[in-house]
Every structure is written in C-alpha cells, then in structure tokens.
C-alpha cells in the first residue's frame, strides 16, 4: 500500500521537472517546482533558490537576480540573507505534506496558483504569481502569511 506521501511522490514523478517548467499550464510549473525542491524538504538536498539552474528554470530573471544577489550579499557580508526562510513551505525549516495545488486563475499576460499543504501540523496556503517571460510561465513572486503577517517573496527582497 502507498501512503500519501508516497502517492504524491508517484504522481509528481511523473513530471518531468525541465519539461514541466516549460509548460503552458502554471499549475503545472508550480507542481514540478514542488517536485524539485522535494529532495530539499526531505534533507536529501539544497534548496532550489541557491540552484542558478533551478533559479533560471522557475523564476523570472528578475525574481531570480534578487534571490542569487541577496545570497551573495549574505556571504560577502557574513550575515543571513534576507530571504532567510523556505518560501515554497513558508518556514524556516521546510515541511510540505499533503499538498494540493489550484489549477491557477488566468487574466493576460499573469496567473495565480494557489498551494495548500500541511507545514509543521498546520495548514498553509501560498499564492504564486506568475508571468510569461520569454514565452514561458515563470514564478514572479510568492506570497504568503505568517506569524508576523502577510509576506512576499519580492517584498522581502526590496523588489516592486
């Protein structure tokens, strides 16, 4: 018998992640990002935004040039980058179970995709904004809600 998470594990295998990032449909870029960034969750791996190849894979260039320039200032300054948590998780330490992603709302050249999971025993939801870049769906931000209030990916790292 295969658990849910086993389940999960089976049904985002299925995904190529590079084919499923260049895909037509968000929900299914947001789904493969998930698949990705799993090796991560379960300590087996880093996190996909220390990846350059991940970055470019997923995110607006824009989005990724903020995240790759916060964790070089982070080094060269000997401090915690700004984005010092799991945006895909919303917490520090990563934890993604029972995860359900929306088929996305559609309006012009944007999209928004809703994840629901359970993160350290509670529920969460995350927004991902994405937009066309180069003819492809790529995430441009990630919003969320936390202890200290709403959050955003872009916000955190000073972008508009």
């Keep these: 018998m295969i658990g849910r998470r086993g389940a999960l594990v089976l049904g985002l295998g299925a995904l190529s992640w590079p084919a499923a990032a260049q895909t037509d449909r968000p929900d299914l870029v947001v789904r493969a990002l998930y698949e990705a960034h799993r090796p991560h969750v379960e300590g087996l791996g880093r996190s996909l935004l220390t990846d350059p190849i991940a970055r470019r894979r997923f995110f607006t260039r824009a989005l990724g040039d903020a995240i790759a ?48 999971f359970r993160s350290h025993g509670t529920a969460t939801t995350l927004t991902y904004v994405l937009v066309r870049e180069q003819g492809h769906w790529k995430i441009d931000d990630i919003r969320g809600e936390g202890a200290a209030g709403p959050w955003s990916v872009r916000g955190v790292l000073g972008l508009p």
């Design 69 to 116: 320039r916060d964790e070089r200032r982070a080094i060269e300054m000997g401090m915690r980058p700004r984005l010092a948590f799991d945006p895909m998780s919303g917490a520090v330490e990563p934890d993604v179970r029972e995860l359900a992603i929306g088929e996305g709302v559609t309006e012009g050249q944007g999209s928004r995709v809703v994840a629901s």
